[in-house]
């Protein structure tokens, strides 16, 4: 018999860290790899928006940087500060939201790497959250933004399924887009999510609505809020040897942006 779960995705940190979590080696050693090539400064304290449960986070944290982050799901924030404080870090996380928010002081480099950034669905929260980063970043700090983009020759991806496991936890994952406006820029989701343990099943059902960008709405975009610079692009291979030319075709995208203000 399957148990189906209310709320989203967001309310289960656990089943959220699984999900996003599989992959994190290879955005890891990406992460500090940019962090060393593409900083004019030395990065000694990183920071995340929309951290989630801060799968990245904790791990930064035991590499010997300084860590912090936010996000607006209560849920994740005490899931990410309790993991913090069990693994013995003194840094924390705040629920704050990422287009109004301001740091005590700047931090050498920021992370964004899901397509979190696309849960921002009008130009004006995008504008707001790319000034708020430009000004939690100190002058020659990065910014890394992981996002997907809308090709603009061929089909844009529809679907997208995935698992992961852990321990005696498997979540298997459903992406399916069930409508697209254009001439709004918005993309409709429907992701199912299938849990599963040695003595039950549930499944979750989740919405999500996200803005689009084609390659060239993204430059756009980054040239219009003062200091940002794109210095490279990578695929979601996280290769850092490997940049990328963004085309007409290209999807998955990881931007590095440099700090110039």
């Known amino acids: 018999m399957i148990e189906t779960l209310e709320g989203n995705l967001y309310d289960y940190p656990s089943y959220y860290d699984l999900v996003y979590g599989s992959d994190w080696?290879?955005?890891?050693?990406?992460?500090?790899?940019?962090?060393?090539?593409?900083?004019?400064?030395?990065?000694?304290?990183?920071?995340?928006?929309a951290c989630g449960t801060?799968?990245?986070?904790?791990?930064?944290?035991?590499?010997?940087?300084?860590?912090?982050?936010?996000?607006?799901?209560?849920?994740?924030v005490e899931y990410c500060n309790q993991r913090l404080?069990?693994?013995?870090?003194?840094?924390?996380?705040?629920?704050?939201?990422?287009?109004?928010?301001?740091?005590?002081?700047?931090?050498?480099?920021?992370?964004?790497?899901?397509?979190?950034?696309?849960?921002?669905?009008?130009?004006?929260?995008a504008v707001a959250h790319l000034r708020c980063m430009a000004q939690a970043i100190q002058p020659g700090g990065i910014y890394v933004l992981g996002i997907h983009l809308t090709?603009?020759?061929?089909?844009?991806?529809?679907?997208?399924?995935w698992s992961a496991q852990r321990?005696?936890?498997?979540?298997?994952?459903?992406?399916?887009?069930?409508?697209?406006?254009?001439?709004?820029?918005?993309?409709?989701?429907?992701?199912?999510y299938d849990i599963y343990t040695p003595t039950r099943r549930q499944q979750l059902k989740d919405s999500i609505r996200f803005r689009t960008y084609t390659a060239h709405q993204f430059t756009e975009l980054i040239a219009e809020v003062p200091g940002w610079e794109i210095s490279a692009a990578y695929d979601f291979h996280y290769?850092?040897?490997?940049?990328?030319?963004?085309?007409?075709?290209?999807e998955d995208v990881v931007y590095v942006l440099h700090n110039q203000t």
């Open 25 to 49: 080696k290879a955005e890891f050693h990406f992460l500090t790899g940019c962090f060393q090539q593409f900083a004019q400064i030395p990065v000694k304290h990183v920071f995340e928006p």
């Open 54 to 76: 801060g799968r990245l986070l904790y791990r930064l944290a035991a590499s010997g940087l300084q860590v912090s982050g936010l996000d607006l799901n209560p849920h994740a």
């Open 85 to 125: 404080e069990r693994k013995g870090f003194q840094d924390r996380v705040i629920c704050e939201d990422m287009t109004d928010f301001q740091l005590e002081s700047p931090v050498d480099a920021g992370f964004n790497m899901i397509n979190s950034f696309r849960h921002l669905v009008t130009h004006e929260q």
């Open 151 to 161: 090709p603009t020759e061929g089909e844009p991806t529809d679907c997208e399924s």
């Open 167 to 192: 321990g005696h936890l498997c979540v298997t994952t459903e992406l399916a887009c069930t409508d697209r406006d254009p001439a709004n820029r918005l993309e409709h989701f429907t992701m199912t």
């Open 239 to 250: 290769q850092l040897e490997q940049p990328i030319e963004v085309g007409p075709t290209t």
